[in-house]
């Protein structure tokens, strides 16, 4: 039986991903896949007929299981915890229900900075969050040292738009409204936000994740001018919170991987955040990346890819790796999977990247020596 306290974790026997991120030389181009967990696995399907979406989130025992599914399945190089980024709208107050076919749904979202009052803003989320650092900590046992387990959180504005537009969007036009109509109290729901961020993934870092990776998965709503405005410092405020919350607690040096969705004009300030690997979207040239990008990159074939014919997917694959190189380099999808694709495609990924990379440190490709 595990004792939750217990932080006594198997010794680690992949660390290529930890290691691709600081920069270091790797044997094989590490690869994971964002909501490698998730409903295109018939095995979690399975827990959902028993349980609703945020009892397995608050279920530390249901959310290590669903997070070690895809790592049983397929030889990936990193297992990542089974949450969701609206925990912490739900940590500071917020009814957030998951309707089927619908997605996330707040009953209640902020309409006017007047609602800001709602929130509690002195949330503790040491223990307001508990269930998924005991998950983090189940997982890290559970793993047996397999691979590296990472956590994660949204950033701010993408919460501040699902806090306002009720749920999911197509324009984030109410959430928008409030950067060009409420910028102060625009400013001041994102500090809140960065705050309890940056205390989460601390947390998150003490429960035992070995990575971490910040989602802006709406910057791609955001142009160039507001990207920079409202949510490029945050993130990198987020960056050096959290380096110097776990340097002041003595939790050693976690690689922080940012994705910013559509911030396709902002790569190369994003490499300038702090974070170690910036996660990049299907539509970024990876020859543009290596100019623009100076540290390690994450990405980036597009998710649709994966419905191609075998041989088809096998050859996108191969030209991802070959393209980006394999230094500095951890390969990944430009977002997340789909819910209704194929786990054998997923195969077909995972040991494409593997072996593709393999060959090229092997044949002492010149890709292999490009970035140091």
């Not at 608050?58 to 290590?64: D, H, I, M, N, S």
């Not at 409420?182 to 993934?201: F, N, R």
């Not at 030209?319 to 194929?342: C, K, S, T, W």
Request: aromatic share 10%; with cysteine.
């Amino acid at each position: 039986m595990v004792h939750l306290s217990d932080m006594s974790f198997p010794p680690l026997k992949n660390d290529l991903i930890i290691r691709a991120a600081f920069g270091e030389v790797v044997e094989r181009v590490p690869v994971w896949i964002m909501r490698q967990a998730g409903r295109y696995l018939p095995e979690f399907r399975e827990e959902r007929k028993k349980h609703d979406f945020f009892t397995i989130c608050q279920t530390p025992e249901l959310a290590c299981e669903v997070t070690l599914q895809p790592i049983r399945r397929f030889d990936l190089d990193a297992a990542i915890i089974f949450s969701d980024i609206l925990v912490i709208p739900q940590a500071l107050g917020m009814e957030v229900l998951m309707k089927t076919g619908v997605g996330p749904v707040f009953p209640d979202p902020l309409v006017t900075p007047a609602d800001l009052d709602k929130l509690d803003v002195n949330v503790d989320v040491s223990t307001k969050l508990k269930y998924v650092y005991e998950a983090i900590t189940l997982t890290r046992h559970k793993l047996e040292g397999k691979v590296p387990l990472i956590g994660f959180s949204g950033a701010p504005y993408t919460l501040m738009g699902y806090m306002i537009e009720g749920g999911g969007s197509k324009t984030m036009s109410k959430a928008k409204k409030w950067l060009y109509t409420q910028p102060e109290a625009s400013h001041k729901l994102l500090k809140l936000l960065t705050k309890v961020i940056i205390a989460y993934l601390i947390e998150q870092v003490a429960a035992g994740a070995q990575l971490l990776q910040v989602f802006e998965s709406s910057a791609e709503y955001l142009g160039p001018a507001l990207f920079e405005k409202y949510s490029l410092p945050y993130l990198e405020e987020i960056a050096a919170g959290v380096k110097q919350g776990i340097t002041q607690r003595g939790l050693g040096d976690v690689p922080l991987i940012v994705f910013a969705k559509g911030a396709y004009h902002s790569i190369s300030k994003l490499s300038y955040t702090g974070y170690n690997v910036v996660g990049l979207d299907w539509t970024v040239d990876p020859n543009i990346a290596r100019d623009f990008v100076h540290i390690a990159v994450q990405g980036n074939l597009d998710p649709c890819a994966l419905y191609s014919p075998k041989e088809d997917l096998i050859e996108k694959t191969t030209e991802m790796v070959r393209q980006f190189g394999v230094r500095n380099y951890i390969a990944n999808l430009g977002h997340g999977i789909y819910p209704d694709m194929d786990p054998e495609s997923v195969r077909t990924f995972v040991d494409t990247v593997h072996s593709v990379s393999e060959e090229i440190m092997k044949k002492g490709d010149p890709y292999s020596q490009l970035y140091t």
